[in-house]
């Protein structure tokens, strides 16, 4: 009776044993698969195409540095990274790292970790074709409705900087996007780099204006004080700006918007 006790006691403990070993083992991968975070609905960033394959500078950006971890593309789990939940996901161990237009700032250093940056760019305007009275920044204080992403480093400059403008927040960009087209709101506002691959998607229907009016500095989130990761992916991205690779994702991605590829940031230092 005693061994039949303790064979019970033996499978229950294992039984117990093994979700915990299996959550144990998270952190965004599963030993041979990796787990990225990324926007799905960003054009010439990042873009879930309606194939299921992942194309923009951020997902090549993301592939390089998945590559050099020793991961090989077939073995990335892409998941979904909207501006407002990126903190929570890596904080809860749902992705490896993000690379999805994410704003190296302050108040997100003090939740994750940054790597890069890897690209430098600034907020800007995208209007309909046919709009001749917003020119830039001072013409948006007419109580101009103008349309941002819950969560984004732009929504909150516009809410601190510019109280005339009628704010509205959706949770992704295609949204604020779809609001232009149909007329809901004047103009859409984030970094210059995506509302390009906005109105590269659709030529003739939106314009840039007012060129930029603040420094975005793109960076790769991941675990806060996880160093070791930090600086192995700083070395994917200094590989990746010294081989050619990033010019060449910025040159494929980006080109057809019309932008140049600017210089390569600086990587920072852990």
């Known amino acids: 009776m005693k061994s039949i006790s303790k064979r019970v006691f033996g499978a229950i403990a294992l039984a117990v044993a093994l979700p915990l070993a299996a959550t144990a083992c998270g952190g965004g991968d599963s030993g041979d698969t990796i787990v990225i ?12 195409n309606p194939d299921g394959t992942m194309s923009g500078f951020d997902v090549d950006v993301a592939k390089f540095v998945a590559k050099e971890l020793g991961y090989s593309e077939d073995k990335i789990e ?19 790292f993000i690379v999805a237009t994410y704003s190296i700032t302050d108040s997100r250093k003090e ?4 790597a890069g ?20 920044e001072a013409s948006l204080q007419n109580n101009k409705k103008l349309c941002s992403v819950s969560g984004s480093t ?29 007329g809901a709101v004047d103009a859409v506002t984030t970094d210059e780099v995506i509302l390009a691959g906005y109105a590269a998607q659709t030529p003739g229907v939106f314009k840039l204006v007012g060129g930029t009016f603040s420094e975005e500095r793109y960076g790769i989130g991941l675990k806060k004080g996880d160093t070791e990761l930090q600086k192995k992916i ?14 060449k994702a910025w040159d494929e991605n980006l080109g057809p918007a019309g932008l140049p590829a600017p210089q390569p940031p600086k990587i920072d230092p852990v």
């Open 37 to 48: 975070g990324t926007k799905f609905d960003q054009p010439g960033l990042g873009l879930k």
């Open 78 to 96: 892409w998941k979904e990274a909207p501006s407002a939940q990126r903190e929570t996901l890596i904080q809860n161990g749902q992705v490896k």
């Open 111 to 114: 939740k994750v970790s940054f």
């Open 117 to 136: 940056p890897y690209l430098i760019t600034g907020q800007s305007l995208l209007v309909r074709e046919d709009n001749t009275d917003i020119t830039g």
């Open 154 to 182: 732009p929504a909150q400059r516009i809410k601190d900087k510019y109280p005339g403008v009628q704010l509205q927040q959706y949770d992704t960009y295609s949204a604020c996007i779809e609001a232009l087209k149909n």
């Open 234 to 247: 700083n070395d994917a991205l200094e590989k990746m700006e010294s081989e050619g690779a990033w010019k």
